[in-house]
């Protein structure tokens, strides 16, 4: 497949990104996506357009054999090295147009102008935030960590799954009024949005999750610049990528790009491309999602009242669907920690289409205790969840709430078949990976961890979805791909 890159064309506020193929286009509809920063870009080095283009391209190409990238103009060497080591995409070739001397001395020129505009030393810390439980946790965290005069700024990416411009508008208005603008008063921060419409062009599910973690890092050699960033954190609790099958010497980690050493990787890339430190890195390696709650509910109780942690509708009115996992899983910490979001109607989910023709169909229905777990329906709650799931089974006494007698009689029916197993690794927090933190960092969330969890060494034997697996933080995955 032969591919040639346009100039990306810069709109103000929007970076706008297209090619050409000499095939039909497999993958993006219409050869082309935008990025949209909400302030102007007009000033910033055409270098970090090209490592957002690139590394987010490479991602949907990687499983192609052969692709051979010309440009009509020069992209750095260096960026597409990275980006193929990246994506570990060996059937890459690149071949740069040849200039003459009068458009070299050009581009030389363009390029030191625009270095000595890029003259920020960036100071400000970012977190990638969307509203949900971690991300909300985070915020939190953070902005009781965070002193003198360095700042919090929350990055919300808005990448809607459809191109259908009524859609993302609604999607960003709900989550404006029900989150952002709750939480900026809240904390008194700033709040950037980020807007694409790169997943609403994937022609596939599968291209959709292509980029990962890369369609926000690739950005942010632009946010670094825009808002004065030095690091920026996110939320992937612990199960989503340290996962190796059991007995096996052949490691397989999920998610693997968001590990350590492809972080570390990104970062100093990315601090050699804006010629400063720059830091990008995962908060929650050694965390489940149980802990998030609970700090959440327990410490930021402002926070826990507005937390977004449900997108399928796009109501201005409505926080929660009562018909998904993610509204489901908010209600079992509620009911055990006491404390129920306000907008949370337990009966609705307990008795409602979401238990009755979702939950009911997998689980036996037997009254009698079981004596081992029922399996997890990953396919319901999704796959990484199985053991923040059954130990809030053990919690809950169904007696003791004030829900209708079809509600109590469906979650006791729950915990007999999935409060089996008491699963107490969830709520710990784990040491070895918070060498990969800040110092600075590091130091104040195991202070805050400490009022909620007891530190542990890495758990022996850990459930994702029914499968045991284990952790190895010193696996190198991306030393991997040089084998």
């Known amino acids: 497949m032969k591919v040639t890159l346009n100039l990306p064309r810069i709109e103000d506020t929007r970076v706008i990104f297209s090619w050409k193929t000499d095939g039909d286009e497999e993958f993006i509809k219409d050869s082309t996506f935008y990025y949209d920063f909400g ?3 007009k000033h910033l080095s055409r270098d970090y357009f090209d490592f957002l283009q690139v ?6 190409w990687k499983d192609k054999k052969n692709v051979n990238l010309v440009s009509k103009y ?4 260096e960026i597409i090295s990275h980006w193929k080591k990246y994506w570990d995409f060996d059937g890459l070739t690149y071949n740069p147009p040849k200039l003459n001397i009068k458009n070299r001395i050009k581009a030389i020129f363009s390029r030191e102008k625009l270095e000595k505009n890029n003259a920020n030393e960036g100071k400000n810390v970012g977190l990638l935030f969307g509203g949900g439980k971690d991300s909300m946790m985070g915020a939190g965290v953070l902005d009781e960590l965070i002193s003198g005069d360095r700042e919090l700024i929350l990055l919300s990416f808005l990448h809607p799954n459809s191109l259908g411009t009524d859609f993302a508008r609604k999607l960003r ?11 900026s008063k809240i904390l008194n921060v700033d709040v950037k949005i980020i807007e694409t419409d790169l997943l609403g062009r994937a022609k596939s599910q599968k291209v959709r999750y292509s980029p990962h973690i890369a369609i926000y890092s690739a950005a942010m050699p632009i946010i670094s610049e825009l808002f004065s960033i030095s690091e920026v954190y996110f939320n992937y609790e612990m199960p989503h990528y340290w996962v190796y099958a059991e007995n096996s010497t052949c490691p397989t980690p999920y998610f693997s790009r968001s590990r350590p050493e492809y972080l570390d990787y990104s970062s100093i890339f990315i601090s050699k491309l804006l010629k400063k430190k720059f830091y990008f890195g995962n908060m929650s390696y050694s965390t489940n999602i149980h802990l998030h709650f609970k700090i959440l509910e327990h410490r930021y109780p402002n926070l826990w009242n507005i937390t977004l942690t449900c997108e399928r509708k796009l109501s ?15 209600l079992l910490f509620g009911l055990i920690s006491d404390n129920l979001p306000a907008e949370l109607n337990p009966n609705q989910l307990l008795s409602g289409p979401f238990f009755n023709d979702k939950i009911k169909q997998i689980i036996p229905g037997k009254d009698s205790v079981q004596s081992k777990n029922t399996n997890y329906p990953s396919n319901i709650f999704g796959i990484f969840h199985q053991m923040d799931f059954t130990y809030w089974m053990t919690q809950v006494k169904p007696e003791n709430y004030s829900i209708t007698e079809e509600s109590k009689k469906n979650l006791q029916l729950l915990k007999t078949n999935f409060g089996n197993e008491l699963n107490e690794q969830v709520t710990k927090y784990y040491n070895e990976p918070h060498k990969y933190l800040p110092n600075w960092f590091r130091l104040g969330f195991e202070g805050i961890l ?12 850990f459930y994702f979805n029914n499968k045991k697996v284990r952790f190895d933080f010193d696996y190198d995955s991306l030393f991997e791909h040089d084998n």
């Open 39 to 41: 302030v102007s870009i």
């Open 55 to 60: 590394g987010i391209l490479l991602s949907i």
């Open 74 to 77: 020069v992209i750095s060497e």
């Open 173 to 183: 208005n709900r989550r404006d009024k029900l989150v952002l603008e709750p939480v």
């Open 316 to 330: 201005l009115s409505e926080r929660y669907c009562h018909e998904c996992h993610k509204c489901f899983f908010t």
């Open 450 to 461: 400490n009022q909620y969890a007891e530190p542990s060494a890495n758990p022996s034997i």
